[in-house]
């Protein structure tokens, strides 16, 4: 059985952030758990970005202001220009994975990767079982946020037209609407540098470590190779992952089960999708079937956002698990001091080893 306690003292007891001393020691810690299992730990190193969302959200403030002043100055071109370049910033940086003004302030960072071979001759094919260590706290949660992201695409497309096409009772309209949609991206990027105090990150992604550990110390399979992989960066757009994927050989066929917001009960979720700005991504449906023969999902109504949708962008057939709520209520609180190892249910863990063995299992009896 595991040990969820001895786990969760490493993973769900304090801030992991970007670029922070402590998301090393994590990064450490993991390593040496794997050691200690008899696996050779690998610790992949590449150039992170921890400031880019709190940089955009700090340029989406200032461009905001700068829209409502040039309106109020009848500048209207220049008005035009803003308007324009606060999304194209806001794509680049959360859609496209490129560090535009986040390039400002870089930091080494490390994933931590564990290769299981197969114990019955050459691997067929690949498993890859994923999480990420890092945490974020920020001022509003998810159900929050969603305001601010839904308001945005008819709050920026008013300030293009009013620039465009000035008239006196349209840009008084657009001078609220450039306030309003540079203080949410503030609030929603930015603010939760501010907040003294700071997410544990337990269930975002505490729990889906300490699952994937448990995983790595007991799943062993015939003829697929078992990949651990455990992420940073995945709080500052999926940068992380993003970065690994690029790299990974998929000679070797490949399908990836990442775990992000598992622990909170024995029933598993499915989001809807892998969201972005321009493009979401469906999930496998193979490994969706593979998983809800074992254990039946609950399909959430909503999309996520989660290092699953790296791997789906690169074309390699991936999903994501999480915990479903009592009475499918929406999960709350995530990237506060809220999130901590008490919001933990050992039997939900208990339950995603138990399925995620048997679906290995049955995946490895259907390998090529």
């Known amino acids: 059985m595991a040990d969820w306690n001895a786990l969760l003292d490493h993973l769900a007891n304090g801030?992991?952030?970007?670029?922070?001393p402590e998301l090393a020691a994590a990064a450490q810690w993991l390593a040496e758990e794997l050691g200690?299992?008899?696996?050779?730990?690998?610790?992949w190193e590449y150039v992170a970005h921890p400031w880019r969302l709190r940089i955009a959200g700090t340029v989406a403030l200032l461009g905001g202001i700068a829209y409502v002043l040039a309106m109020l100055r009848?500048?209207?071109r220049v008005a035009l220009a803003i308007a324009a370049a606060i999304p194209v910033l806001l794509i680049a940086e959360l859609d496209q994975f490129v560090p535009l003004l986040g390039a400002l302030h870089a930091s080494p960072q490390q994933h931590v990767i564990a290769t299981i071979p197969p114990t019955a001759g050459p691997a067929t094919q690949r498993l890859v079982f994923s999480a990420h260590y890092d945490t974020k706290t920020d001022l509003l949660d998810h159900v929050e946020r969603t305001p601010i992201q839904t308001a945005g695409l008819p709050l920026t497309l008013l300030m293009l037209f009013a620039a465009a096409r000035p008239r006196p009772g349209l840009t008084k309209v657009a001078v609220v609407a450039g306030a309003l949609n540079g203080l949410g991206l503030f609030l929603s990027l930015t603010g939760g540098a501010f907040v003294s105090a700071r997410?544990?990150?337990a269930i975002d992604d505490g729990a889906g470590c300490a699952v994937v550990l448990e995983l790595a110390r007991t799943l062993r399979l015939e003829h697929t190779e078992v990949k651990v992989v455990f992420f940073s960066a995945e709080e500052i757009g999926l940068e992380g992952s993003q970065a690994w994927v690029k790299t990974l050989d998929t000679t070797l066929p490949t399908q990836v089960i990442n775990l992000d917001g598992v622990g909170f009960s024995t029933e598993?979720?499915?989001?809807?999708?892998?969201?972005?700005?321009l493009k979401s991504y469906s999930p496998d449906a193979k490994l969706v079937a593979a998983v809800d023969a074992v254990s039946p999902l609950y399909r959430a109504w909503y999309p996520g956002t989660t290092d699953a949708r790296s791997f789906?962008?690169?074309g390699i057939p991936a999903m994501n698990l999480a915990s479903e709520l009592p009475g499918h209520a929406l999960p709350r609180s995530l990237h506060s001091v809220a999130d901590n190892r008490a919001l933990v249910n050992f039997a939900a863990l208990d339950e995603a080893v138990r399925v995620l063995t048997e679906v290995g299992r049955r995946l490895d009896?259907?390998?090529p």
Do not use: C, D, I, V
């Open 15 to 20: 801030p992991r952030e970007n670029g922070t």
């Open 36 to 43: 200690r299992y008899g696996l050779t730990p690998e610790r």
């Open 74 to 76: 009848q500048r209207h």
């Open 199 to 201: 997410s544990h990150g």
């Open 268 to 277: 598993l979720t499915l989001f809807k999708a892998e969201g972005g700005m």
């Open 312 to 314: 789906l962008k690169a």
């Open 365 to 367: 009896r259907a390998a």
